[in-house]
């Protein structure tokens, strides 16, 4: 089944310490994306890639980063969570011509304490 | 003035009503238009995807782009309780070797049986 997948789907840490959600695809898509999404503010983009090595700060990319060493895997690393990095984080693909549609993974529900 | 503007609702229609959400939208550059549909718990799913003005019809679902206005719309016909969702309009800008998708903050609706 072709699918995003984000791990984990609920994740509860503390101030300070690294973390990081993993996001795997298996649509071959070149175009991968990250994006937090608020009550009131909808979804907005963290970073995204276009392809292997290649990643670029979106709307919000403060306090995250990213790498994408292979096409099928971008993970988001938080390497000192505060609290307002509390929200739902939702990874996306698309093949990035053409067709610009996302697939979305299910989320990941962050809360930073 | 926001690059896209939804109203967020929430909107609540009876089974069988005609639902209608709108977006608008500022630069004129927006080349290609969606919906996205968000189940609660639950990344947005791709529903329509259209890149000319006019409507687009699949099913029960209709969109429609007035480029001149700037405005999108998507029409549910014969709305059913299953239709209950966030419904994101997104927006995207081409570049070069890369594309901006702009969502909407979504529109909440409930189809009460």
């Known amino acids: 089944e072709a699918q995003v997948t984000q791990n984990p789907r609920y994740l509860i840490t503390v101030t300070g310490k690294k973390l990081t959600v993993t996001c795997s695809q298996n649509?071959?898509?070149?175009?991968m994306s990250w994006y937090r999404q608020d009550p009131g503010l909808g979804l907005r983009q963290i970073y995204y890639s276009m392809n292997v090595e290649v990643t670029d700060k979106g709307d919000v990319p403060e306090g995250y980063k990213v790498s994408r060493k292979e096409k099928r895997n971008f993970p988001l690393i938080l390497e000192s969570p505060s609290p307002n990095q509390t929200s739902l984080y939702f990874c996306a693909s698309s093949t990035g011509t053409g067709d610009y549609g996302y697939t979305f993974g299910s989320g990941t529900r962050l809360t930073v304490v | 003035q926001k690059e896209v503007e939804q109203d967020p609702g929430p909107l609540s229609v009876p089974e069988g009503a005609i639902v209608s959400l709108n977006c608008t939208y500022s630069?004129?550059?927006?080349?290609?238009f969606m919906w996205y549909r968000q189940y609660s718990r639950k990344g947005p799913e791709l529903l329509m995807y259209t890149y000319s003005s006019g409507n687009k019809e699949d099913g029960r679902f209709t969109a429609q782009v007035d480029k001149s206005s700037k405005y999108i719309s998507l029409f549910i016909r014969d709305s059913q309780p299953s239709d209950s969702a966030t419904y994101l309009c997104a927006i995207v800008t081409p570049g070069a070797g890369s594309y901006q998708l702009t969502f909407g903050k979504g529109t909440k609706l409930s189809v009460i049986p």
């Open positions: 630069n004129s550059a927006f080349q290609y």
């Open positions: 649509m071959n898509h070149e175009y």
